[in-house]
Structure formats: structure tokens, C-alpha cells
């Protein structure tokens, strides 16, 4: 997983490709404009691609400066999850999907050996770079088909589902995207967006619960407020980003808490202008160096900040001992 950043497009003449496994790009702040084999991806903020594994590509910044979320997958393919009971549409549609089309370059010569001009190809092998140079273009792909290529998904085509009688439901019903481990009922990694979107349950405490479990889950936001973090001084920001790994308790910091606690439970949208992510995994999730330390963007402060201020409200019920029993 990346948080990724980006002051000036990739040279017309080079290319890179990773060796390791697909990438999932979240434009947060900026457009890519990308050239792959396949042919051209434009990606906006609020929108997402898959370059697959092996597939060449250049990135171009036709609006400026960059930035987003990146991931990397080196188990499978995502493909989009399972929809049961839901039956044969919602949350993201295939037909909503974007692929390229042919676009070539005919620069090249007589031969694999021979070319006008010098391309620069960088390939991530093993987590590791490398670099080659070769004479001829490597967009020079005429035409394609098959069901292996780089693909675009706006996100405001998601088709939302949740409650409408009580209760919060499990967020894999926000599932976007998934890569199936091998143990059933788990994932290497899901892609799971929280967008605009109504709120109907009644009885209900509507954010997020408090919880922990078996998912790594690192959260990003694209735009706007996320209703679970209030903004602000250390508070969640757009193109920030939290960590909770496996097993680690979280949920709605103490502000969110007390307003969700003493909200008048009706209809209710909340989102408008803003989107929410995350990357989740049944793995654990290691931080880098650079990331913990070198970069001083982590919020030192974040457990107290968030949930140090959270009341206690729970009180004895009167005739209730303290090993829990009735009294008579």
C-alpha cells in the first residue's frame, strides 16, 4: 500500500511495468492521464484503475500535480465480489467498467534491434528496479482482446445498499473490488468505498461500532468529511490516511460519538461532496521506516486525540449486585 505523490509527468520516452503484481490507483487530488500497451486511461479523482501485472505504462499529469493511494496485489486478480441474495445487480456493475482502446506509436525500425530513438523501461522485479533501454517504442500494440488489460471505475457509479429496517450492517456490502485468498471467507484484499448515502435504520447507533477483527484495514479519504472522523486539527483530512491492523480496536472518535449518540434517528443523508476508502486484508500489514518516522506526517497523538475524550455512559441498574446478579 501506497500513498503516492507526483510533481511532473514520466518522459515520453520511457515506461515502466511491475514484475510483482496489479496495481489499484485511487486518484485523490489531480488527473493521470495514463499511456499503457492497451491503449489510454484518463483517471480523475473520484476514480480508480487496475494496471495489471506485466502491463507496460507511462503516466502524464495533464492537470498539474498529483497525488492518491495506491495498491499493490501479489496474489491473484481482483474480480468484483460475490453478490448472493442480492441477486444479479448493485454495488459496482461490470457493464460500469472502462476499457482502452488500441493506441499506438510507429516509432520503431527495421528490426527488434534497430529504431530512431532510445526508450528507457523500468520493471519492479522482486521489489526490487530495474532498468533496460531498447530502440523501439513499447506502445506498439495495434489491436487487442482477451480479458487481461488495464480497466477504469468511477466511483459515483457505485450502487449503494444497507439497512432499512435496524442495525449497522457489515461495510463488505461497500465492497468495490476483491482478491479471494485460499482460505474461504477471506480476502488478500478488498477495495471498499464509503460514498454519499441515506441513513434509515431506526434504534441504532448509525456510525460504525466499536470493534476489532480478523481484517487489516487502512482507510483513505478521497474528498470531504468522513462520518465516523470529524475533520480538522488531527482529524481526518483528504489524502490522509489510518492504519488499524489486525485485532486493534477502533471506531468513531469521541466527538462522532456523542453526536451519532444524541442524533434525532431520521432520514438522514450524510457523505454529500465526500468519499471514504478502504484497503482491507486479511494480512498483516507492516508500516516502513520512512512511513513510521522519515516522513513525520504520523499523528503522534492519534489513540488519546480520538478516543480520550469518549464518556463513559454505562450505569448499574439498580438492584443489580456486583457479580451481576438480582438482589432480592
Known amino acids: ?5 507526483a510533481g511532473k509527468s514520466m518522459d515520453e520516452r520511457s515506461a515502466y511495468y511491475s514484475a510483482d503484481g496489479d496495481l489499484l490507483l485511487v486518484a485523490q487530488e489531480g488527473a493521470l492521464d495514463i499511456r499503457t500497451e492497451l491503449g489510454w486511461l484518463l483517471v480523475r479523482p473520484m476514480e480508480i484503475c487496475v494496471i495489471p501485472r506485466g502491463i507496460k505504462y507511462q503516466v502524464h499529469l495533464p492537470s498539474g500535480p498529483a497525488r492518491g493511494y495506491a495498491l499493490e496485489l501479489y ?3 481482483f474480480t468484483l465480489p460475490e453478490l448472493g441474495p442480492i441477486g444479479s445487480n448493485c454495488l ?22 534497430e529504431g530512431p530513438n532510445t526508450y528507457s523501461i523500468t520493471v519492479k522485479f522482486n521489489n526490487s528496479l530495474f532498468q533496460t533501454k531498447q530502440p523501439h517504442t513499447p506502445f ?5 482482446h482477451g480479458n487481461y488489460y488495464p480497466y477504469k471505475y468511477d466511483l459515483g457509479r457505485f450502487n449503494t445498499i444497507g439497512s432499512i429496517s435496524y442495525d449497522h450492517p457489515d461495510p463488505s456490502i461497500f465492497t468495490v473490488l476483491s482478491a479471494l485468498s485460499d482460505h474461504p471467507g477471506t480476502a488478500v484484499a478488498d477495495f471498499v468505498i464509503f460514498p454519499p448515502r441515506w441513513l ?8 460504525p461500532w466499536y470493534h476489532r477483527n480478523t481484517m487489516s484495514e487502512f482507510m483513505g479519504l478521497i474528498a470531504g468529511d468522513y462520518d465516523a472522523k470529524k475533520g480538522g486539527q488531527g482529524g481526518f483530512m483528504p489524502g490522509g490516511a489510518s492504519l488499524h491492523n489486525v485485532m486493534s480496536g477502533h471506531g468513531p472518535d469521541a466527538n462522532s460519538f456523542e453526536g451519532a449518540r444524541n442524533a434525532e434517528l431520521k432520514p438522514a443523508l450524510v457523505g454529500k461532496g465526500s468519499c471514504a476508502f478502504m484497503f482491507e486484508s486479511s494480512l498483516m500489514i507492516g508500516v516502513t521506516e520512512w512511513g513510521l518516522k522519515m516522513c513525520r506526517k504520523v499523528q503522534e497523538g ?8 469518549v464518556k463513559v455512559h454505562w450505569k448499574r441498574p439498580e438492584g443489580i ?6 438482589s432480592n
Open 321 to 326: 449486585n456486583g457479580d451481576g446478579q438480582a
Open 200 to 207: 434509515v435504520a431506526e434504534g441504532t447507533f448509525r456510525p
Open 140 to 144: 506498439d500494440v495495434v489491436a487487442w
Open 92 to 113: 459496482a456493475n461490470a457493464r460500469d467498467f472502462q476499457a482502452p482502446v488500441a493506441s499506438f506509436s510507429e516509432d520503431y525500425g527495421a528490426t527488434a534491434s
Open 75 to 77: 496474489q491473484g486478480h
Open 1 to 5: 500500500m501506497y500513498i503516492y505523490a
Open 302 to 309: 492519534y489513540s488519546d486525540e480520538s478516543w480520550g475524550g
